[in-house]
């Protein structure tokens, strides 16, 4: 394990996927996969991204800034500056930012199953305004532990 670290606001490796960005605060690597802490950015009117469950992944989502409308296990909550909302294991969730205003909210995964190079990877399909197929992206995540919500 190679913490400690600190990073500054606005530090750390960062990717950009469509409307929103993803900053590494703490990946896997760091903390031998035992957990991952992203800090995503969403802009206004940011659609939401498909349901999906993790088989293996417990995600946990902290609203910071704005107000996000989460999706978790077929109930929708708008979550303003504070929420914390548990994702267990094989629970259909999804995210969206449908304001008017950008939000930001931290993303911790545990365990933190390469969760950086999935977020990598979807960065590379959507590069220069690309819309990947539904397939595309669906191959991508299964190989991350993300698999469509049934």
């Known amino acids: 394990m190679s913490l400690p670290g600190v990073l500054m606001p606005g530090e750390g490796e960062s990717v950009v996927m469509g409307n929103s960005s993803c900053t590494f605060k703490v990946t896997g690597q760091e903390t031998n996969g035992h957990f991952g802490i992203f800090e995503f950015t969403l802009n206004p009117a940011t659609p ?7 088989k293996q992944m417990v995600e946990i989502f902290y609203v910071l800034e704005g107000e996000i409308e989460l999706f978790i296990d077929g109930e929708t909550i708008m979550a303003p ?12 969730h999804a995210f969206a930012n449908p304001s008017s205003e950008p939000a930001k909210m931290l993303i911790m995964f ?5 969760r950086r190079q999935y ?6 399909l959507t590069k220069e305004g690309r819309q990947p197929s539904r397939e595309a992206i669906q191959a991508l995540a299964r190989q991350f532990d993300q698999y469509p919500a049934p």
């Open 119 to 124: 977020f990598e990877g979807l960065s590379e």
């Open 48 to 54: 939401a991204f498909n349901p999906h469950i993790h």
């Open 81 to 92: 500056p504070g929420t914390c909302a548990t994702v267990p294991q094989n629970t259909p």
């Open 110 to 114: 545990c365990p933190e199953i390469s």
